[in-house]
């Protein structure tokens, strides 16, 4: 199922636009257009700033394309053929679910790839690379979920894969960018407290092999808290417009 799903991902030039050279669009953009004004340093500088919230907004334009292929599937009942079939009726969520895992795991190597061609280094040690992998990961997994919510409750096709429009504006309203310090006090006290900001800080943090503290447990708090709600909502959605329960 999974090895079904992205082969649609590879012949869709779209996905793969929107997904992997959007972002790195962004990235070039901020850095050499507006990096200036931001009187953030040298490019390279930031570039490292930058970079946990461009894979963020990556991975929430990639998870738009889970909802948008798990609605097509079921609109065109691709889920009673497959559960004629001797094979687990949670298969093709599942497989779903592992595309949108492996897809996002590849676009984000590759805009790490374009960050080190501009500039980027990083200090952190293989115990800190492998926990911003986790929490990445982790993030990939709590939207995911969302994305099969919306997939099975949409009406239309384009509602499918509207809900990921917020997810892609939260970056820019978080330390994701520019820091929280110079925003207008109502601004500030909402990036400071919205899940993006914990967990940009955090992977900047470990990128830059300095100390965490509390932000890594607010961070896993709020994908552990998505993860959660979003895949109980989901599964009863699938059991009623799937299953029938």
């Known amino acids: 199922m999974a090895s079904r799903s992205m082969k649609h991902i590879f012949r869709s030039v779209d996905t ?33 700033y930058l970079l946990p919230g461009i894979l963020l907004q990556s991975i929430a334009s990639g998870v738009a394309y889970t909802a948008y292929r798990l609605f097509i599937d079921v609109s065109k009942g691709i889920f009673e053929r497959f559960h004629s079939m001797p094979i687990s009726q949670s298969a093709v969520l599942w497989g779903h679910i592992l595309t949108s895992l492996l897809s996002n795991a590849i676009s984000s190597v590759v805009i790490v790839l374009v960050a080190l061609v501009m500039g980027f280094r990083s200090s952190a040690s293989i115990l800190n690379l492998l926990a911003v992998v986790g929490i990445l990961l982790f993030v990939v997994l709590a939207l995911t979920w969302l994305a099969v919510l919306a997939g099975l409750s949409a009406k239309t096709v384009d509602g499918a894969s509207a809900f990921s429009y917020p997810l892609i504006f939260l970056p820019f309203v978080s330390s994701a960018f520019v820091p ?66």
């Open 16 to 48: 793969i636009i929107t997904v992997t050279v959007m972002p790195i669009a962004f990235m070039l953009m901020f850095v050499y257009v507006f990096g200036g004004a931001m009187h953030a340093g040298t490019s390279a500088s930031y570039v490292k």
């Open 180 to 245: 929280t310090v110079s925003m207008p006090t109502p601004v500030r006290i909402f990036a400071e407290n919205q899940p993006v900001t914990a967990i940009v800080n955090t992977i900047r943090a470990l990128l830059n092999n300095q100390t965490v503290g509390n932000t890594i447990w607010i961070a896993l708090a709020w994908c552990l808290g998505i993860t959660i709600v979003a895949y109980l909502l989901a599964i009863r959605a699938y059991r009623k417009r799937i299953l029938g329960n």
